[in-house]
Nanobody
Framework: QVQLVESGGGLVQAGGSLRLSCAASGRASSNHAMGWFRQAPGKEREFVAA????????HYADSVKGRFTISRDNAKNTVYLQVNSLKPEDTAVYYCAAVLVSSGSVYYTTPGSYPYWGQGTQVTVSS
């Protein structure tokens, strides 16, 4: 089992920035690819960004490309999402997710690929 705890959300004005963190515990020392997803009220959970276990492979949704950056520090069992140039449409609960992998270069973009999820952190962007 892997436990995930997100932090760093908050209320920010349009154009502002936040750094979201996802701390892993439990079997966190095992190889896990990680992803960030978000869910706005009345909408389905959508992919935001993913990173391989090695950190060498990343992938972003088109809507956040160039504004968001995913990274990880395996020594701290923590994954980050730097969110810049925020827009009101970025308002959502942001979730991190983990999946055990056998390769350091794979990542996944669909929610169903991830068995472990955090509780989420709210990001609200005012116009």
């Amino acid at each position: 089992q892997v436990q995930l705890v997100e932090s760093g959300g908050g209320l920010v004005q349009a154009g502002g920035s936040l750094r979201l963190s996802c701390a892993a515990s439990g079997r966190a020392s095992s190889n896990h690819a990680m992803g960030w997803f978000r869910q706005a009220p009345g909408k389905e959970r959508e992919f935001v960004a993913a990173i391989s276990w090695s950190g060498g492979m990343t992938h972003y949704a088109d809507s956040v490309k160039g504004r968001f950056t995913i990274s990880r520090d395996n020594a701290k069992n923590t994954v980050y999402l730097q969110v810049n140039s925020l827009k009101p449409e970025d308002t959502a609960v942001y979730y991190c997710a983990a999946v055990l992998v056998s390769s350091g270069s794979v990542y996944y973009t669909t929610p169903g690929s991830y068995p472990y999820w955090g509780q989420g952190t709210q990001v609200t962007v005012s116009s």
